[in-house]
């Protein structure tokens, strides 16, 4: 493993603001360190949470958890939120998959997906982020009329999440196929991730999907 890697998987629980499901009362010191809010908006699969630190820094009155699975990247998480100066921000280390494991007081009232793996064979459909196991979990860990938002580039993704808020008869509040070429976009949805910069970049389409789960 190269040395920087190593230093960062060292170092990283050791911030303030990063937290690890695998260890005890992960919830009650995550909601100590926000405030004791109940509320919380999500950016699942954060990587260096770009959403997560530019929309507390748009919000400065609520809370935003960012979720990553590796924690290397939730190193360069803490270390951008610390060097932003945002404070209503946390992030946790963790397989989305175990999120209704975690959340038991606090509840999400806007979860932010962004810029997913796409998982395009269908024999790893299950994986998709969007995927029914996945609404199940989300369905468990957001307070009534919450909000959840897709950004991506990848078309068969789009489709295929807008084929399950039909099946699973969601409200659908937004399709964007070509978010950019939108009038009146909100800062939210102008926000850029990394991976949206390279997507950009590759003169690819980034695309929104917005509904509720009830
Ligand atoms: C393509 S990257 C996108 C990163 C970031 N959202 C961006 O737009 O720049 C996808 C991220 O999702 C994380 N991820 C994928 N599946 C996950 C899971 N089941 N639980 C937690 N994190 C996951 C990966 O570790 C990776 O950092």
Known sequence: MPRRKLKKLLEVRTFENVFDAKAENVEEELRRYLNNTERVA??????????????????????????????????NASKNAEASGVKNAAFLISYIERLDEIFK???????????????????????????????????????????????????TLYEYTLSVIEEE??????????????????????????????????????KLLRFSLD
């Not at 009232?109 to 998982?119: K, R, V």
């Not at 926000?191 to 949206?196: A, S």
């Open 169 to 206: 008869k969601l409200k659908l509040i937004k399709a964007a196929g070509d978010l950019y070429a939108e009038e009146n976009l909100s800062e939210e949805e102008k926000i850029r991730t990394k991976y949206e910069k390279m997507h950009l970049a590759e003169g690819k389409k980034i």
């Open 42 to 75: 999500l950016e699942l699969g954060c990587g260096q949470a770009d959403y997560s630190i530019n929309l507390a820094l748009l919000r400065p009155d609520k809370y935003f958890i960012g979720i990553d699975r590796k924690a290397a990247r939730i190193w």
């Open 105 to 155: 007081t606090m509840k999400a009232e806007e979860i932010w997906i962004t810029f997913p793996d796409p998982y395009p064979r269908r024999g790893s459909m299950k994986k998709r982020l969007t995927h029914p196991r996945f609404l199940e979990v989300y369905k468990k860990i957001t307070a009534p009329g919450a909000i959840i938002n897709l950004k991506t580039d990848d078309e």
